[in-house]
């Protein structure tokens, strides 16, 4: 299993279930655990993540509000960008995403509209949404589920679950 996480909890939930030596690809931010860091880069930001939260700001407002190039008609475009030569070649199984932030982390919106350029490939995108703590438990089960391994998946939830206890 060929695995691309593009968001740094999915990253150290993957590795949390066993898997970390099937990750192929992470998003610039996943740097969790430290060996994660060899792996290649799927993702970039396009703002500069160094200006003053005022000027950040500034720059998130003017790029969701642009329209796309190819289609105006389309939603704005993403702070984010997806290397569709690298993600090709990474020929993922599985892509972890999510879907509770457009600024926060690349959404599913955005790895979708990557995959339909990629030639022969077809992973299964996992999105994560936690809003409160039982969602990230059942992120993690998500995580097992698509892995394969959805016990290994519950018994790391009680575990989390007995530890917040």
Do not use: F
């Amino acid at each position: 299993m060929r695995i691309v996480s593009l968001l740094a909890s999915a990253t150290e939930m993957v590795a949390a279930l066993g898997y970390q030596d099937h990750l192929v690809g992470r998003s610039h931010e996943c740097d969790y655990p430290p060996e994660v860091l060899a792996l290649p880069v799927v993702s970039t930001v396009q703002i500069d993540i160094h200006a003053t939260s005022a000027e950040i700001d500034a720059q998130v407002r003017q790029r969701i509000h642009q329209p796309k190039p190819d289609n105006p008609a389309l939603e704005a475009l993403s702070i984010y960008a997806i290397d569709l030569e690298l993600l090709q070649q990474l020929r993922p199984d599985v892509i972890l995403t999510q879907t509770q932030c457009e600024v926060c982390a690349v959404n599913e919106r955005d790895v979708r509209q990557a995959i339909a350029h990629l030639t022969g490939l077809h992973p299964q995108v996992v999105s994560l949404a936690p809003y409160r703590l039982q969602d990230v438990w059942e992120d993690v089960r998500r995580i097992g589920n698509a892995l394969g391994n959805p016990d290994r998946a519950q018994t790391l939830v009680l575990h989390y679950q007995q530890r917040a206890r």
